[in-house]
């Protein structure tokens, strides 16, 4: 089960009544009303990424189902077990519903895929990603702006990235070796939320195997002051065992502080760390992770540190 698709913002616009309820306190939020009541009243407009006809269409045994009253809704179903199961419930129209998704990124790492569109088998990378990608393990790109941004992902296998980028580009074993950014989330909090599958947060990257100027280490959320807490990304749905979080440098150059009874981890620059900033906080990671490093033997030479 998992409520990652949930967009706090898009469902108290659409319901006033709760918004009413969360301003009154008596809901600490939207998400807490829908995941309380809201999911079985039958409240569907929970985010401009998922769809209820357009799901119901696609899932006729679901819309079977809802009929029965087995699930409110079709969105009742796809978190408890649609999501797990790879289904999409992405509206019909338009050529990018999904705004996070980045085209160009699935593309580039995909070139059967630009074959597959230049020919008219699948309208988009999007499309395609949606019909058959996410089933087969494909990388799914999705990534916020230069401002303060929501990021939601979905898909077995993603890459979420809370700043503005143009383009990435992985080799067939997964590794990125290229990457366009238009920020480095300076001034941002971004919250970037995984998906039911193996989800790799990016805050920065290490010796990419580009021969352009973006080929050095490059850590995201970095203050203008010395320390400083006014850009972060905060993690949500980090998943044990499962999903990932990629910081520029070494691990040497962080520390992870746990924030007292809330169970969150706080990800810090060191005092020592050359990467620009010091004491700055990174990250913000909710839901008590038991975060490892995973590569302590080739972060130096990588220029990256991976924890999970």
């Known amino acids: 089960m998992s409520f990652a ?5 898009y469902y108290l616009s659409n319901y006033p009544d709760v918004k009413e309820a969360v301003e009154a306190e008596v809901f600490e939020s939207g998400l807490a009303h829908f995941r309380t009541v809201g999911i079985t009243e039958g409240r569907t407009l929970i985010s401009p990424a998922f769809n209820e006809a357009t799901y119901l269409e696609r899932n006729p045994d679901v819309a079977e189902a809802v009929n029965n009253g087995v699930f409110q ?12 199961e790879g289904r999409s419930g992405i509206p019909i129209e338009g050529p990018n519903p999904v705004t996070f998704f980045n085209e160009k990124a699935y593309i580039l790492s995909n070139l059967d895929v630009a074959n597959a569109v230049r020919l008219g088998t699948y309208e988009s990378g999007l499309d395609h990603y949606q019909q058959v990608g996410q089933a087969e393990g494909r990388i799914g ?3 916020g702006s230069s401002a303060s941004d929501v990021v939601t992902s ?13 383009s990435v580009v992985v080799d ?26 193996a989800d790799e ?9 580009t021969t352009t100027a973006f080929a050095g280490v490059q850590a995201f959320y970095l203050n203008s002051k010395d320390s400083g807490s006014d850009d972060y ?12 979080i990629v910081l520029a440098g070494t691990p040497a150059q962080y520390i992870l502080v746990p924030e007292g009874s809330t169970g969150n981890y706080l990800i810090y620059t060191t005092s020592n ?13 909710e839901g008590n992770p038991d975060l490892a490093i995973l590569n302590p033997v080739d972060a130096l030479k990588s220029g990256y540190t991976r924890l999970g």
């Not at 979905?154 to 143009?166: A, E, R, W």
């Not at 947060?201 to 195997?209: H, I």
């Open 5 to 9: 698709i949930f967009n706090e913002d």
């Open 73 to 84: 809704s079709g969105l009742q179903h796809f978190i408890l077990v649609g999501e797990a």
């Open 141 to 143: 790109f999705f990534n």
């Open 154 to 166: 979905f898909g077995t296998k993603t890459q979420i990235y809370g700043i503005g980028l143009t």
């Open 172 to 197: 067939n074993s997964g590794e990125t070796y290229d990457i366009r950014t238009t920020s480095n989330g300076s001034g941002e909090i971004d919250t970037l939320i995984g998906g039911a599958g």
């Open 201 to 209: 947060f990016v805050l920065g990257y290490g010796r990419l195997q």
């Open 233 to 244: 990304a905060l993690i949500r749905n980090f998943e044990d065992g499962k999903d990932t």
């Open 273 to 285: 760390s050359n990467l620009g900033r010091q004491n700055d906080l990174v990250a913000v990671v």
